[in-house]
T-cell receptor, first 113, second 113 residues
Framework: KAGVTQTPRYLIKTRGQQVTLSCSPISGHRSVSWYQQTPGQGLQFLFEYFSETQRNKGNFPGRFSGRQFSNSRSEMNVSTLELGDSALYLCASSLQASYNEQFFGPGTRLTVL | DQQVKQNSPSLSVQEGRISILNCDYT??????FLWYKKYPAEGPTFLIS?????DKNEDGRFTVFLNKSAKHLSLHIVPSQPGDSAVYFC????????????FGTGTLLAVQP
């Protein structure tokens, strides 16, 4: 069974631009979560989707948004990029709605210049 | 406010010996705990989990212990192998309607041959 896939793997943008990252969960998984990893803040929760509904949102500004499609694939968007948005963005999928291990993709490395 | 803490940033162990990684949490609403292993520029790899209704869970060389009264969990790796060298994160989740994970800051484990 294929794992979680994320595209693109690497991305370089400049300040003020916007970016869209994509995540395809493991087949059959309906829960998708996004995390940001930076050296200073560690792994921080961004959003969580289950069956196309956003169930939770982390403490990030409104420039960060996401959605989930009917096939469980998910996208996250960051508008008006700032230098501090440079990070590894990780997507995780899970079979059940809770009390369930999450499986992570390889991440998208975003660099904002 | 760091709700999940890993107070040891690094740990060095000899091959074949036991590695013990510790994690403390402050939120008593957390009821599901997980350990992940991570290499640089990759997504975390799920190792083992434990529900708050248990105090121990084993999977091969990995055992997780949970002490709810002390709000403390630990991961034991026996015997340690050089391939275990990585950053280990503990994570906590709470509630029946979420997969949101709160991560600790990580412990870098180095297993010396």
């Amino acid at each position: 069974k294929a794992g979680v896939t994320q595209t693109p793997r690497y991305l370089i943008k400049t300040r003020g631009q916007q970016v869209t990252l994509s995540c395809s969960p493991i087949s059959g998984h309906r829960s998708v979560s996004w995390y940001q990893q930076t050296p200073g803040q560690g792994l921080q929760f961004l959003f969580e989707y289950f069956s196309e509904t956003q169930r939770n949102k982390g403490n990030f500004p409104g420039r960060f948004s996401g959605r989930q499609f009917s096939n469980s694939r998910s996208e996250m968007n960051v508008s008006t990029l700032e230098l501090g948005d440079s990070a590894l963005y990780l997507c995780a999928s899970s079979l059940q709605a809770s009390y369930n291990e999450q499986f992570f993709g390889p991440g998208t490395r975003l660099t904002v210049l | 406010d760091q709700q999940v803490k890993q107070n040891s940033p690094s740990l060095s162990v000899q091959e074949g010996r036991i590695s013990i990684l510790n994690c403390d949490y402050t939120n008593s609403m957390f009821d599901y705990f997980l350990w992940y292993k991570k290499y640089p520029a990759e997504g975390p790899t799920f190792l083992i989990s434990i529900s708050s209704i248990k105090d121990k869970n084993e999977d091969g060389r990995f055992t997780v212990f949970l002490n709810k009264s002390a709000k403390h969990l630990s991961l034991h790796i026996v015997p340690s192998q050089p391939g275990d060298s990585a950053v280990y994160f503990c994570a906590a989740s709470g509630g029946s309607a979420t997969n949101k994970l709160i991560f600790g800051t990580g412990t870098l484990l180095a297993v010396q041959p």
